[in-house]
C-alpha cells in the first residue's frame, strides 16, 4: 500500500513539474504533447502489435513518420472497389494537437472492428502522417511556442507547386520556399501520395489538418475560381460541421472564408492530383488566450487540459470516421 502511495505521489509530482509555469518568457506546455520521438515510439509500437493490417513507412532518414493501414498478410483483390483517405497532420509546428489528432484516429481505426474489416478486405486503406514536420514540432514544444515552419523558415503549407507565388510571400512565416516541392518533409509526403504501386497513390480524401481557426475549408486557397464540385463539397462541410455540433465552424473555400494563399497541399491534391474530396481542417482556436496575448502561441493553437483535448479530438475524429463511412456507400 506505502509503496502505491508512493508511486502515486510521484505521478502527482511528475505531472505538476509537467504542467508548470516554466522559467524565462516561456510558458511550459501541457506534459500531454510529445514531442517527436515519443510519437514516432508510439508508431513503431502500435506497428509491431498490429502487423497482418499495418505497414509503417520510413522516411529518407530512416524515422518512422506515416502509418498505413492496409492488410499485409492478406490477398488482396485487385478488382474489389477499393477506397483511400489520408489524413496529413503536423505541417505547422506550432499547432501540436494536429499531430494529437492523427495518433488519435490510428488508435481509433485499430480499436473498431467495422474498418478494420474493410481494411483487412482490401477495401479501405489509410495513410496517417503524424509528423509532416517533426522539428518544427519539436522546436515549439521546448524552443520558441510561435514556430511554425520547417528548420529552414520555410512554410510547408505554401510549397506545393499549384498556384506557388514565391514573389508575393518570400518574407516571414508563410515563406514558400526558393521553388515548389524543395523541401525534404513535401518530398516525402509527394513520394506517399503521388505515386502508385508500392506507394499510396492519391487517396478518394484528403484531410490536411490545421489549427489556429474552426473551419472546414475546401478548394481553393490561392484562386477565386469555385471548384467544379463546390455543391458537394460544401454539402459534405456542412454535414459533418453539425455533426460535431460546431457552430463556430466556418465551411466553405479557403479563399473566400479567409485570405489567399498560395502553394498549399489541399489546391495540388485538388487540381493536380484529382482528389475530389481534399479538405483544409481547422480543428481549434482558443480566442480568450488570443485576445489576452497574440504571443501566447501554444495555448492558442492547442488546448490547455486534457478533457479540452480530448473533447476536441473525440469530435474531429468522428468527423473523420464519417468520411470512411461515405466512401463504404461508393463501394456499394
Ligand atoms: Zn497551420
Redesign the pocket.
Known sequence: MACLLSLFLLAVLLLNFGTGTGTGTREARPAFYRNSLNVQTELANLAYMNPSISTHLRSEDGVHHAFRLRATTLEMDPTAPHSSAALICG??G??AI?TELCMFVLRQLLSQRQHLERIRNGSLSVLLLPLANPQGRDSALEVNPCS?TNPRGVDL?RNWPQFFNRPAEEEGETHPGPYPLSESENQFLYSLICHNSSHFGPPDILINV???EEAILYAFDGSFVPPQNEARLARIGNALSLRMGCQDCQVGSGVMNFYSAYGTLVDYAHKQLGVELAFTW?IFLNRSAEAANPRDCHHI?NPSSASQLHDVLQRWSDAFESLLALTAQKNK
Open positions: 505541417q505547422h506550432r499547432e494536429t511554425r503549407n490545421h489549427s489556429g481547422e493553437y
